[in-house]
């Protein structure tokens, strides 16, 4: 069985607020959108922001509740990434959680959630090896 | 900036019960574990199973609830394999939310909350290619 995920879908109240946090905050394109959603091609999967009401009728689950007990991790390449990120993030309208430190396993990271509170770790992780396509492994 | 997620984490509650939802159900071998984190590699990103007070405690954040509202998409080569998938996952411990059925956009799928009550969407999606290492890109 392949160690597969093809979506993450985020439920979302306000189209234009989450758009605004993920195009002005991380600099990311749409690949596709209309009323109800939008997909983000990402790193070998692609991401989802769709209304949280069509969500929770697709999932036939209508007692979705935030902040859920999950996080989403993006790494950056350098130590030094991480807050000017983070700061940009919390511009586009998210909000500072956990501001950046030294985690005790190593690296440097911090949190903000996104408009609709879903959590993102902003992370420089130096024994995570990355490619030029943003593909992560696991490393010690 | 990279269109770019490097982790998912989960936060659950019983290590145990989890770890064989993920292994015994979808088959997946943990790349590294301790007594408080699992991870596993995936198509360009890695899966983190991670006790939720820790996760709590790392985000900054202790009113985590469930079901979050968001889903993840496992999805697979053909339509004849979303149900057998499915029921497997019932069977290691999951609960299917929605069966299977045919969504007003294409494809089939249905939804199954692993044991921390996460929502799983097991889809297959003929208009999105998958290569052979699982890496998906959004088609039309």
Aim: glycine share 10%; hydrophobic share 40%; aromatic share 12%.
């Amino acid at each position: 069985m392949q160690q597969q995920i093809s979506v993450i879908t985020l439920g979302i109240d306000d189209r234009a607020r989450s758009r605004h946090f993920y195009s002005e905050g991380f600099g990311w394109t749409p690949i596709f959108e209309n009323d109800e959603i939008i997909f983000y091609q990402m790193n070998g999967l692609v991401l989802g922001t769709f209304d949280r009401s069509a969500l929770a009728k697709d999932m036939n689950r209508f007692d979705l509740v935030t902040p859920g007990a999950f996080s989403l991790a993006h790494n950056v390449a350098e130590k030094e990434d991480v807050e000017p990120l983070m700061a940009r993030l919390a511009q586009a309208g998210g909000r500072i959680i956990r501001p950046a430190d030294a985690p005790p396993h190593g690296g440097y990271r911090g949190y903000v959630a996104d408009p609709d509170d879903h959590a993102w770790e902003i992370a420089w992780n130096p024994t995570w090896p990355m490619d030029a396509e943003g593909r992560v492994r696991f490393g010690l």
